[in-house]
Each structure stands twice: as C-alpha cells, then as structure tokens.
C-alpha cells in the first residue's frame, strides 16, 4: 500500500489544481461546473485527508509521520531548500480540519454566494486558500511553510477585499494585510536567526539540534521572534486589531479562514516550534500571559458589539486566546485540542450567521433582528448548538472538554493560579457574551421580514456541525470522567505529553464546578440583562464604557494616533520628498551651465576663430611657461 | 650674399600672420576671409623657410613645399564651398549662416 502513501501531495495539489482551473478558464465554465470543481477538489482532498487518517491509525507509518519529498526547492552552499511534506499526528488534526471544514464550508459557499456576479473568482480564491493552508501544515520546512504562511495571508487579504466595490472593504484588507504583514516580519527574521544559528530549516533537523542545545540566548530571541509572528497571524493583543475589521469579507470567508483554519496557525506555529518555546521558558510564560489578556480582552469587547459578526470575529480572537493560554502552560495537546473543537463550533457559528444574514437580506445588526426562533427552526437549534459549545455548556458540549482541559491543566503548571482565574473569568464573559447573542437574535419581537430560506447546500454542512460540536467532545475525557484519551495520546506522538495526571480526582471535579458555576452564572445573567426586554439594552451603547469596548478597547485609536497619524502627517510633510530635492538641484545646475554654453554656439564663424585662436594663445603660453 | 637674420625674418612671419588672423576676425565677406588663411597659411610657410635657413637643413623648404600642396587643396575645396554658400544664401557675408546657433 505505498501507493496511497505516495499519493500525499495530491492533498494540497487538488485545490491548486481547482484554483489553477478556475483561474484560467473561469469564465468559460458554467457556474454549475465551477461550484463542481471548486467543491469537487476540496472534498477530494477531505477523503484522502480521512483516508491517511484511517491509515495513520491502523498501519502507522515509520517515526510516526507518513514523509514525501517532492523536489529540491532552493539549493545554494549549504544552504538547501527541499518541497518536502510530512504528515505527522499534529499535520493530521490540522489537515483534518482543513480538508473536511473546508469541504463544508465550499457546499456552503455554492448557495451563499449564489447571486454572486463573482462567483468563479470567488471559489478560485477559496481553493488556492485552502492549497496554500495545506502547504503550511504539512511542509517539512520552515521555509516552505513560509510559503504557505504568506499563502493564506494573500487569500485573506484577497477575499476580505472581496466586495472591493466599497472603499471600506478594501480598507479592511490592507489592514488585515498590513498588520499580520508586522507579525510575518518577526517571523521572517526569527527564521533567519534559526538558520543562521543551526545551518539549517529543516523542522525536524531543527527541533532536533534545538533540543541538542538546551537553553541559549538565541533560543530565547528565535522564540519571541516567532511569537511574534503568531500574533499577528492569530489575532492575539496587541496585533488583535485586524481580526474584527476582516469581517467585510463574505460569510463563509470568516467562517473558514477568519475562525476554523487561518488564524489558528500561530497556534500550529508554536505547537510544531514547542521545543524552542519548552527551552526559552521566559517567552513560554509570555505566551500564556498574552493568551489570558486577548482572551479577556477579547471577551469585554465581544459585549458591546451590535454586529453579530464582529461579536463572533472577537469571540474567536478570545478562543484562540485560550489556546494561547494553553501553549503557554505547556498543555500542548489541550491547545490542539482547543483549536479542533473551536474550529467546528465557530464555524458552524459563523455559517448559521451566515444564513440568518442571508435570510434578513444582509442585515447585521443584532439589535434590528430578533425573534428568529420559530421563524428559522434549523438556524436556530443549530446556532444554539454551536453557542453552548462556545460557552461551554458542562457535559454535552465539545467546547465543554476542551475549555475544560484546559483551564485544568493551566491551573496544575507552573504560576498557573492566577491565568486560571482570568481563564474562568473569561468562561462567564464567554457565556455572557454568547447568550448575550442568542437572546438578541433569536428572543423578543421579530424587527425585520424574512427574504429567504435557508436551502439544502446550506442546512447540510450546519447539521453536520452541528453534530460534530457535540459528538467530538468525547474524543477526549477528563480522568474524572473514564479518562478516556484518544485525542491527546493521538496529538502526543508529535507533541510533548502533559504533566497534570497526578492531580486529584477532587481537585479536577472543584476546578470543574468552578468553571461550570461561571458559565451558568454568564448564562443566567444573560438572560436577565437581554433575555426578558431586549429593546431596553440597544441604547446601552451611548455609554462610555460601552462605546469604548465597542470600539475594541481603543487599540484602533491608539494605532489611529501612535501610528497611523505620524506616519500620514510624516509622508504629507515630505510629499515634496526632501531627499530627491538634492537630486532635482544637481540636475537643473548642470541644466543652467548647459544652457549658458550652449549660447556661445552662436554660429558666427568669425567668433569660432577668435575662440580658436584665444585658446591656441593660451595653449602656446601654457607650453612655454608653465 | 648678405645673410638674412634670422629675428627679421620671423618678425616678418609673425606681421603677416597677425594681418592674416586680424582679417579673418574683421571681415565678413567669406572671400576675404579665404584671403587672410591663404595669408596665414604663408607666414606659416615662410617660419619654416627662415628656422630651415638658419639650421641650414632642407627640412623646412619640404615642409613649405606641403603647405604650399596643402593650400592649393584647401582653396579647391573652399571655392567650391564658396559657391554653395552662396547659391543657398544669396549672399557672401558668413554671418548669414549662423542658423546653426545654440
């Protein structure tokens, strides 16, 4: 069975080949065959991805990790480049994700955006996203996956600027662009550092060499250097500010690249980079310290939002949060864990928003919507699926075991008291907020007519998602609970193991009634605030504290100021461009004697010979005295 | 035979060359202005005559003799170009061709 092993480029190359179809002959095809190939290629990949799986689980491959070199791709001295992917238990899961979400979402995509005069180029650029997101998971390099990294960042940019009609979407993608184009930078130059340091890019060569080395100041540097990098990628403070603007994109755009797969890849970052992060513990902490601010951060500005994308674009930034907080903690495998089950619920989230935006003829104000309930039935139950999970609803929700995992470990590591606490404290925002949503949109008096129903292409993927929000919770049991492991003994063949089964049983039941009291406590208060009158909380955002978390804590001002304005004022100052000014005077002194010379061509022969003749005078009187 | 000194005779090419140069700055009739480089072209002729005297070698009489050579070519030519300019300006004065200024 080599065969299908050998078969492992095809999983990025499908959608490559869709985009590259799409691409060039877009326009010929009727949009019947684009949602086809578009569809076709992805769920292609989604089968192979499962198919591996399958394989992974009952053949596994030599050093745990199926390999394919494909071809040298840099190769200059010693410094050498090669395509080469390699599908371990960490590529898997994100593999997984990728494939089979990303499968759903294009079903999804082929009703949303069916009025669409932009369809084609929308579903290229929805492969050639899912393409360069497979090359960053499974490339066997950091340079490759740097590929990849700028890959997902282009087709960000490309599709939150979708509707590029409107000045302000294009706005939001330079933003986007511009901000994880900082944390790209560090990155870059982290890389650079390792290279230079080790000789070499070559992940596993890499890790091994690092572990070789134990702790060195190059290590630390290299791992704040890529930190930085996942910041930007994932949204975390303080490059957070671009994850809520992004929401100009199309619906299915935020589900797929702005929730389940893009902005998790700092998270896959760090995951894959864990040995340097494990021997630079100073920037591990760090990591752990910026989880718990974004994630309450985060949590505070999802409150006060009325556009029911943005409150699920900061509820993201805050989930992610959570994995940071996790990474930070060294609980490795509940990071992973985090990103799988919050890749599902948000999705489904986003998609189920997705439909009630379409529904009520793209309106996305929670406060103009409102009784949806026994209007949109498969929205909501599918929606309240997907928010229990986001809240993490004790027991039945898969949000539940993976927040679960890990506020407990966070609070058994090193320094973990007080990240647990504002890890609980943000599980109340986090049902706060979310309840906060769902009694807006689907409670009280309905306040705008329903267009549109909701098809097949688009009730399908939110029914299966629905599904896995609740189903993939059990892939993972706490000890108290039958201790049942498989996720994280799957993770932890490519992930360092955690260190808090030593712990009590009691202790694990008292931290997980803590967190269940305040996720009931956030549900409860919810309901009082917004549940009963919804209409009396809409003018809630004429308050300052209100308008300053709506804003998003002010970030955008500080930057607007610090930054943004100085650099502006800067360039107005220097339109004229000080610099070339020297050049521009050069030039027109050389003009002005050219010009003056020019006049004593005069054409008078008799002036020629005197000119002559001076000048032979003064060449006789040279020779004979000088 | 009285030798001639040598300072008279360069005296005498140096005369003759500055009337040539004077003429050829003052005048603007083209013809004219052929005249004072023939004029030129002989005080020329005779410095080499003079310093070949005083040396007592044939080296400046051969020189004379290209000049001399040099000068029938160099009028063939102006003449000719004479001609021209005359037939496109109407006019032998050089001035009128100066529509080649900067």
Partial sequence: MNFVNSLLWTIPALPLAGFITLALFGDRIARRSVSRIAVGTVSLSALLALVFAFRFVTA????????????????????????????????????????????????????????????????????????????????????????????????????????????????????????????????????????????TLHIQTLLGAVNTEGHSWHLTLAALLLLGGAIGKSGQVPLQVWLPDAMAGPTPVSALIHAATMVTAGVYLIARMNPIFIHAPGIQHLVAVIGAVTLLIAGLCALAQRDIKRVLAYSTVSQIGYMFLALGAGAWSAAMFHFFTHAIFKALLFMAAGAIIVALHHEQDMFKMGGLRRRMPLVFWTYLIGSLSLAALPLVTAGFYSKDKILFEVFTSEHGKLLWAVGVAGAFIT???????????????????????????????????????????????????????????????????????????????????????????????????????????????????????????????????????????????????????????????????????????????????????????????????? | MAVIPVEHGLMLATVLFSIGLLGLLVRRNILYMLMSVEIMLNAAGLAFIVAGARWSQPDGQIMFMIILTMAAAEVAVALALVLRFYRQFQTLDTDAANTMRG
């Fill in chain 1, 60 to 199: 596994p491959p030599e050093g745990q990790a199926f390999q394919q070199a494909l071809w040298s791709w840099i190769h200059v001295g010693s410094f050498s480049v090669d395509a080469a992917l390699r599908l371990d238990s960490l590529s898997m899961v994100m593999v997984l994700v990728v494939t089979v979400i990303g499968a759903l979402i294009h079903l999804y995509s082929t009703e949303y955006m069916a009025d669409d005069e932009s369809y084609t180029r929308f579903f290229a650029y929805l492969n050639l996203f899912v393409a360069a997101m497979l090359t960053l998971v499974l490339a066997d390099n950091l340079l490759f996956l740097f590929l990849g990294w700028e890959g997902v960042g282009l087709c960000s940019f490309l599709l939150i600027g979708f509707w590029y009609e409107d000045p302000k979407n294009g706005r939001a993608a330079a933003k986007a662009f511009l901000v994880t184009r900082i944390g790209d930078v560090f990155m870059l130059i982290g890389m650079l550092l390792l290279f230079w340091h080790f000789g």
């Fill in chain 1, 431 to 626: 049902a706060l907020y979310t309840f906060r949503m769902n009694f807006l949109v689907f409670f009280g008096t309905q306040k705008s007519e329903i267009h549109k129903g909701t098809g097949l292409a688009m009730a399908l993927p939110l029914m299966l998602l629905a599904a896995g929000a609740t189903v993939v919770g059990f892939f993972e049991l706490p000890a108290v609970f039958g201790h049942f492991t498989l996720f994280s003994s799957f993770i932890e063949h490519t992930l360092p193991g955690t260190h808090g089964d030593h712990a009590s049983h009691s202790l694990e039941l008292m931290l997980m009634a803590v967190s269940t009291a305040a996720v009931f406590a956030g549900i409860a208060v919810a309901y009082f605030i917004w549940g009963s009158a919804a209409k009396k909380s809409s003018d809630v955002t004429k308050r300052p504290l209100s308008r300053l978390l709506a804003s998003g804590m002010g970030f955008d001002w500080l930057y607007e100021r610090a930054i943004v304005s100085p650099y502006s004022a800067g360039a107005r100052a220097n339109a004229a461009d000080a610099v070339n000014a020297l050049y521009t005077a050069l030039v027109s002194g050389i003009e002005a004697i050219a010009f003056s010379l020019a006049r004593t061509q005069s054409g008078r022969l008799r002036w020629y010979m005197a000119a002559i003749a001076f000048g032979a005078v003064v060449g006789i009187l040279l020779v004979v005295y000088a």
